[in-house]
């Protein structure tokens, strides 16, 4: 149980940050802020501080406008110092994370008077190398600049432009005016520009690089060890995880973590540890990497230790290569076999199950890769020996590039063997198996090519072993956790026990007076894709209002651009279509028109069905043209759902169905974001109001008032 002095202070920085900002007290965001604090102060400990009890996780839903944010740090950040622990927020994004570090923690440190240090923690490919830095300048000055010396898959020919932001970015790091953060630099750079800056924890040196004590990841690195907050994203906790928890983040033993957007999490994890291989881009990959070998060799000829080495890496690369060639003609055979139609390109292992001809070959694949991993992490060891010996007999500058270059092979091997080891092993029962698929891709030069995926179902397994069984607390909050008016999906998502706290607090909107929601009949049934794609061009340019902001959001690409492509020509210019421009150029475009008095209509898939904020006037209309079932055909909710049906379930009532009121409940949160709002939703499929199914989905939405029609 918490303290009487804890309890005052948590109560005490609640009051001083309503006052401070001349706000009213919000009945969920009190509800919220006691469920955290109850869940956290009832964590037993042991003689050592670890978490003893089974429980410490608290979920909360709680609505847009609730104020989630405020609630969980004002109940966490007490807490966790009286207890010695470290608080992990996690977001869904890097922008949310900016939006916490820069402007939402220090409003609520500057109204409460309280004292915490909060670092923000991002991947390396966000942070500039400096030994990378130098080396692109470098190798733009020479003749043959047409070559990447280190990286074999970029062709580094850059422009005058960006050999001038590449010497302007060394000016600013040598001055001090700029960390290095690519998301601090003031003009935007493309991917392809800013990938030659930076490197994977394979290619860094880490202590024996030169540029240690100006090394921009290192610098932002060494400032988490102090803080108080750390705020990352979803991502960057998963390949913490990966790593075995406690590398890139604290120990989660030592740490209560806070997950915002917390519906996302299990499709970040199953995400993260997936695998993907390509078989002839991966053939040639290893072909070309035994010239590199050859080229390399006459650099090395004073250390016969490391041409040695060198040289049975590239035997094992040589083998693995052949055998990979083996698997072509079978998986080619395979997808002949399935005889993929027109409009597929992947077929999936049926129960996931690639049978026992593939996985005797995969095998004996995965072997050969983890020869060849443990090969280049010893050549990388010595590489990195050598560079620590004063009067080594090849020059530091060859060593460091051989060094990336050893780091590059790591990294290619290593996810080649993932994916394969995947394919080699055999699901043993207990639980939902991992989905492997092949799917025919464009590859260089517009050739196709055979790519292997293969992904866990089950996050929860990987939650519960990785992060519930381990961290000090744990608390998850999203506006949409319950589907058909239960946490039980979201709880078996995630792998948590019945020991975890579950609530759903007070909305801060009064929906039935802000908004409408209508299911008007356009005459068609979205089981009959063509039939419904017709009726929404002949009907959709009259249910929009273009002179105000609105959002059409569609479950499938192709439909979305047959509707498109179909609007009348005087249409056309206002609206902007997903894949015209990057997300964030198109929701600029949209709110600058919409500043400006004209209208603006977006149409958008599932990225823009959540997470986007459109505040007023910017979307007073969200229509929906269809329910968002998942593509039958996606391997890992195929081979789910398969799964469940032979266990006797019913895959479309505990995952379909579910899943479809998880991204309705979302779509229809882009509407309602301030107490000003006003507006309306129309969904364009009469299945949520003719179908048994459709009075639980519509149970799941906001009360707005209703109108069927």
């Not at 744990?474 to 946490?487: E, K, R, W």
């Not at 609206?575 to 475009?589: D, F, K, M």
């Amino acid at each position: 149980m918490l303290d009487a002095d804890l309890k005052e202070e948590i109560q005490q920085g609640y009051r001083q940050f309503l006052a401070s900002n001349e706000l009213r007290p919000r009945l969920g965001q009190k509800q919220m802020i006691a469920a955290i604090a109850n869940v956290l102060g009832d964590i037993e400990e042991g003689d050592e501080g670890q978490r003893i009890s089974a429980n410490g996780i608290c979920v909360v839903e709680a609505g847009t406008g609730t104020g989630k944010t405020l609630a969980y740090l004002l109940s966490t950040l007490p807490i966790a110092r009286q207890l010695g622990k470290r608080v992990v927020v996690a977001t869904g994004t890097v922008a949310l994370q900016e939006q916490l570090v820069n402007r939402d923690i220090p409003a609520l440190l500057k109204s409460t008077g309280w004292e915490y240090t909060i670092s923000l923690a991002k991947g390396r490919g966000r942070y500039l190398c400096p030994l990378r830095l130098e080396q692109c300048l470098d190798t733009a000055s020479a003749k043959d600049s047409g070559v990447f010396l280190f990286e074999d898959e970029i062709d580094f020919n850059p422009t005058s432009n960006i050999i001038a932001s590449y010497r302007a970015m060394d000016e600013s790091l040598k001055s001090g005016d700029w960390p290095g953060d690519r998301d601090n630099w003031p003009d935007s750079i493309e991917d392809a520009d800013w990938r030659p800056l930076t490197v994977d924890r394979r290619q860094c040196a880490g202590r024996r690089c030169r540029y240690i004590r100006e090394c921009c990841f290192f610098k932002a690195r060494d400032e988490l060890e102090e803080a108080d907050c750390i705020v990352a994203n979803h991502d960057l906790v998963m390949a913490d995880l990966a790593l075995g928890g406690g590398i890139i983040l604290p120990a989660p033993e030592d740490t209560i973590y806070i997950f915002d957007e917390g519906h996302r999490v299990a499709a970040t994890a199953l995400n993260h540890f997936s695998g993907q291989c390509r078989l002839r881009s991966t053939i040639n990959w290893f072909g070309r990497m035994q010239k590199q070998v050859v080229g390399r060799l006459p650099l090395l000829i004073n250390a016969p230790d490391l041409t040695t080495r060198i040289e049975k890496m590239a035997n094992l690369a040589s083998s693995t290569e052949k055998l990979l060639g083996l698997s072509y003609p079978m998986f080619e055979k395979l997808l002949d076999r399935e005889s993929l139609g027109d409009d597929e390109s992947r077929w999936c292992f049926p129960g996931g199950d690639p049978g026992d001809e593939v996985r005797e070959l995969a095998g004996h694949i995965s072997e050969s890769l983890s020869s060849l991993a443990s090969t280049l992490e010893v050549l990388s060891d010595r590489v990195g020996d050598g560079m620590d010996e004063p009067h080594f007999p090849v020059p530091r500058v060859d060593l460091e590039q051989l060094f990336q270059m050893v780091g590059i092979w790591q990294g290619r091997v290593e996810a080649a063997l993932h994916l394969w080891k995947c394919y080699a092993s055999k699901d043993q029962g207990q639980g939902p198996p991992y989905a492997r698929w092949l799917s025919l891709e464009e590859g260089v030069g517009g050739n196709m090519d055979i790519q292997l995926s293969a992904s866990p179902t089950d996050a929860g397994s990987i939650f519960k072993s990785s992060l519930w069984q381990r961290c000090y607390g744990a608390v998850i909050t999203s506006a949409t956790l319950q589907t058909l008016g239960s946490f039980g999906g979201f709880q078996k998502r995630c792998g948590l026990t019945d020991d975890a706290q579950f609530s759903a607090v007070a909305g801060a909107f009064d929906f039935a007076k802000a908004g409408v929601l209508s299911v008007p009949d356009i005459g068609a049934d979205p089981s009959d894709a063509k039939a419904h794609t017709d009726a929404l061009i002949a009907q959709l340019p009259d249910i929009i209002d273009w002179q105000e902001g609105s959002l059409v959001l569609f479950a499938s690409k192709r439909q979305m651009e047959l509707v498109y492509e179909q609007l009348p020509a005087e249409n056309v210019d206002k609206v902007l279509i997903q894949g015209q421009w990057a997300n964030q150029e198109i929701v600029q475009r949209h709110k600058t028109a919409i500043d400006a008095g004209k209208g603006s209509v977006i149409f958008g898939l599932a990225s823009f069905a959540e997470g986007m904020d459109f505040p007023g006037s910017y979307c007073v209309h969200v229509i929906i043209a269809k329910i968002p079932f998942a593509v039958p055909n996606d391997p890992v909710h195929s081979t789910l759902s398969e799964w469940l049906e032979k266990k006797g379930g019913n895959a479309f009532m505990e995952l379909m169905l579910p899943d479809a009121s998880l991204r309705l409940h979302q779509a229809c949160g882009r509407l309602i974001r301030t107490e000003t709002d006003v507006g309306r939703v129309t969904i364009l499929d009469r299945r949520i109001v003719t179908k048994r199914y459709g009075k639980q989905l519509l149970a799941d939405l906001p009360p707005f008032r209703r109108d069927y029609e």
